[in-house]
């Protein structure tokens, strides 16, 4: 840290220091070698299921264990155990995880553990010869409840919002599409630069559309409002800017491009040192040449000045501009 003094460590401290590390590298090796000779012996013991445990505490990213403690549960534990019992095990397993993702929440192979106990979760107690789905629904509830902490802590820990996605997919009772959106806007509201916010979004919409549950036109144009809040707001932050460039998509629509070409000129008129607004207005413009071809050399022309603008601005992409400059011409 800076302005902390630092003592010099004696000989004997520092012996001391490299002997306590020798001691821990000794011990998990040992037990790496105990737990995988136990696996290579087929040992699905409660014994060799609690070292998994110990195993994993130290080092999460060991693959090979969290196969082999699955395999100790399917082989060894579930056999001998009740639909209830087997529910408990897997909410303990849960539990266990939780805590490793506060410490490593981008560890792969903890999210896909947390799949696996879910999947294998008992539907929950018969009622009336009909199993309950009791069990099952509980703990996909919690799942959900525990990405979206997990997103509260990091907004923009794109394996939670993965892991959250698959949740919502897989529950057995889901919930509406249209409250994803709601979501989507509260963590937008949050932070204008969560693109993986923006990215959830614009899934959610194209579901949205395709199940006809809302009017691709309409919804369409409401984004369009939603986004340019966020392009006022920060001009400069790339993720708004890459959910409009989505919006527009190929820019079949003509009134809608034109009308966005003119709001992104409004605003670089208040920000003229905008890049993003002159790289967008490019593009669009690029995007009317193609599609509607219409007063093509005004076009050209304005595009050859906003990207001899962004030429002087951004000299390190000098020659992507000049690539661009001479597509225009062709």
Known sequence: MHNVKRHKQTPEALAEKRQR?????????AL????L??????????????????????????????NYRRN?????????????????????ELSMTTTALKANP?????????????ENVPDGPERNEVPSM???????????????????????????????????????????????????????????????AWHQRSKTLVGLWESGQLDPIQSRDDEFEFVS??????????????????????GENKAQLEREIQLIFELLQEQPDSKWCMESLVHYKRLLLQNHAQDSQTLKQECGELLSRLADLDPVRYFRYQDLKRDLDQ
């Open 37 to 66: 000779s136990r696996k290579k012996k087929q040992d699905w013991s409660n014994d060799a299921f609690e070292l998994t445990q110990r195993l994993l505490q130290i080092n999460p990213e060991f693959y090979t264990v969290w």
């Open 134 to 196: 009791e069990w099952r629904q509980a703990n996909w509830d919690k799942e959900l409840f525990v990405a979206e902490r997990m997103l509260d802590a990091d907004a923009r820990n794109f394996h939670a919002w993965n892991y959250r996605r698959y949740v919502l997919e897989n529950m057995p009772t889901r919930r509406p599409e249209t409250s994803e959106l709601a979501y989507t806007s509260r963590k937008i509201g949050v932070n204008f630069s969560n693109f993986s």
């Open 72 to 92: 100790i549960l399917l082989n060894g534990i579930f056999p001998q155990s009740t639909p209830e019992k087997i529910n408990n095990l897997l909410s303990n």
């Open 229 to 250: 809040n966020a392009l006022y707001t920060d001009p400069e932050d790339q993720s708004a800017w890459i959910y409009h460039r989505w919006l527009i998509g190929s």
């Open 106 to 118: 981008k560890v792969y192979w903890i999210w896909n553990h947390r799949r696996w106990c879910l």
């Open 21 to 29: 590390e020798k001691s821990k590298i000794d011990e998990y090796l």
């Open 32 to 35: 790496t070698d105990d737990v």
